[in-house]
């Protein structure tokens, strides 16, 4: 079975500091994807990123960026100069071939970014 | 493009009561899900449809049932509420056309239950 783990619970920050969200996953399949939400308080999930099983490549989106290990089962998110407005939940999440889609998420890490 | 709508935003129910949670989809989605989130047991999956019939279940009692509707909109339905249900319920939607899709999610439905 599918399992994501966060094993950071939360992190605190001062503004323009960097700051690494960790994502270690399990799966049998050879066939996957990776995902990462930000959950404001708010509450909406708001997608991030989607990576599959097969592109290994890291990507860069601004002050954010990921790193895919599939050799440590890993997908950790790096923001580079955190803001206050980063403050949020993070959630890696993981989808199976053959799952529709359905994702398993992780515990999810609070982000405190203080000024 | 509008994104994933969701009716209504907050309920406050007592046990035993039934509840009824709607969830519009993004345009030309097919596929919508439903998640619980609680501080306990974090995100969880509950059911997925897809042109009106249900693809994928979590693993949640018989109580929590849905449908989906020939326009994609979908509901879901919680019957005879226990305390436990209190929750953020979460639609999101998909094109529905493969697997690993990036779905997008609602702002979701808190439900708190006395």
């Known amino acids: 079975a599918q399992k994501v783990t966060q094993a950071q619970t939360e992190i605190s920050v001062v503004e323009k500091e960097d700051v690494t969200l960790d994502c270690v996953y399990e799966?049998?399949?050879?066939?996957?994807?990776l995902f990462w939400y930000k959950q404001p308080p708010s509450g909406e999930l708001v997608f991030l990123i989607r990576?599959?099983?097969?592109?290994?490549q890291n990507e860069i989106s601004g002050r954010y960026s990921w790193n895919f290990q599939k050799s440590t089962s890993s997908f950790n998110f790096t923001i580079t100069a955190s803001q206050v407005v980063d403050s949020a939940v993070y959630f890696c999440a993981l989808s199976e071939a053959g799952g529709y889609s359905t994702l398993t998420f992780g515990k999810g890490t609070m982000l405190l970014v203080s000024p | 493009k509008a994104g994933v709508t969701q009716t209504p935003r907050y309920l406050i129910k007592t046990r035993g009561q039934q509840v009824t949670l709607s969830c519009s989809p993004i345009?030309?989605?097919?596929?919508v899900s439903w998640y619980q989130q609680t501080p306990g047991q974090g995100l969880q999956f509950l059911f997925e449809?897809?042109?009106?019939?249900?693809?994928n279940k979590g693993n949640f009692p018989g109580r929590f049932s849905g449908r989906q509707f020939s326009n994609s909109r979908s509901e879901m339905n919680v019957s005879t509420l226990e305390l436990g249900d209190s929750a953020l319920y979460l639609c999101?939607?998909?094109?529905?056309?493969?697997?690993?899709?990036?779905?997008?999610f609602g702002p979701g439905t808190r439900l708190l239950v006395l």
């Open positions: 449809y897809f042109s009106e019939t249900q693809r």
């Open positions: 799966t049998r399949d050879t066939t996957y994807y």
């Open positions: 999101a939607s998909s094109l529905g056309s493969g697997d690993g899709e990036t779905q997008y």
């Open positions: 345009s030309g989605h097919r596929s």
């Open positions: 990576r599959n099983s097969f592109d290994e």
